[in-house]
């Protein structure tokens, strides 16, 4: 399965700055996604990772708090704005081929203290 | 829609005894179902998926899982419990699309 790196592997942050998190696949891969997974929770999709063009948000998510970019088929980032203390969370990058009953692999995450 | 319960938030068990950790799935047609393990400070990693092949499906580390239509359940188990499996697992359903739904987790703790 693919090798997935995430960056930085923790932080912790202002109140009212963004961080930027990079996820790097070893091989290109035809969908990426990003995840919250909040303090004790289950898995939530922020958005589809497009390459090319822009990500599709789940209820909840929207652009202007979650930017995503994918430049690439390796490479995706995504950014969190204007962070307050609720967006501490683990956030997770995966990674599927799209063939029907593949699972998605998914990197270690980052950790995010919001202060 | 589709759904995930995890029947069971926590469960504690001996070194050695068995696990079982409870999955019921809805789904109006034939699923795509997954175990995954997250252990402390790591992202999730694959244990095993059923994909409407044999109904009982061996994974990593010694665990399986069982298809039940009938049931519409997916419960894993492991005959033998090691203090490496100490985690969070969860149940995840795959719908067309890609569109994963996540259970609520188990977190095991394995007691010595």
């Known amino acids: 399965s693919a090798v997935i790196s995430q960056k930085p592997s923790r932080d912790i942050c202002q109140r009212g700055t963004s961080l930027t998190i990079q996820c790097q696949v070893d091989?290109?891969?035809?969908?990426m996604f990003w995840y919250r997974q909040q303090p004790g929770q289950s898995l939530t999709l922020i958005a589809t990772?497009?390459?090319?063009?822009?990500?599709?948000?789940e209820s909840g998510f929207v652009i202007d708090k979650f930017p995503i970019s994918r430049p690439n088929l390796t490479f995706s980032t995504l950014t969190v704005s204007n962070m307050s203390p609720e967006d501490s969370s683990i956030y997770l990058c995966?990674?599927?081929?799209?063939?029907?009953?593949?699972?998605?692999?998914f990197g270690d995450g980052t950790r995010l203290s919001i202060l | 829609a589709q759904s995930v319960t995890q029947l069971d938030s926590h469960v504690s068990v001996s070194e050695g005894t068995p696990v079982l950790l409870r999955c019921n799935y809805s789904?109006?047609?034939?699923?795509?179902l997954f175990w995954y393990v997250q252990h402390p400070n790591k992202g999730l990693q694959l244990l095993l998926k059923?994909?409407?092949?044999?109904?009982l499906v061996k994974g990593i580390n010694g665990f399986e899982a069982e298809f039940k239509k009938s049931e519409t359940s997916f419960h894993l188990t492991k005959p033998s419990a090691h203090m490496s499996d100490a985690a969070e697992y969860f149940c995840?359903?795959?719908?067309?699309?890609?569109?994963?739904?996540f259970g609520g987790g188990t977190r095991v703790l394995v007691k010595p």
């Open positions: 059923y994909t409407s092949a044999a109904t």
């Open positions: 990772a497009n390459q090319g063009s822009e990500a599709t948000y």
């Open positions: 091989s290109q891969v035809t969908m």
């Open positions: 995966s990674v599927a081929t799209g063939e029907v009953g593949q699972p998605q692999h």
């Open positions: 995840v359903h795959k719908a067309a699309g890609n569109k994963l739904t």
């Open positions: 789904s109006s047609y034939s699923p795509s």
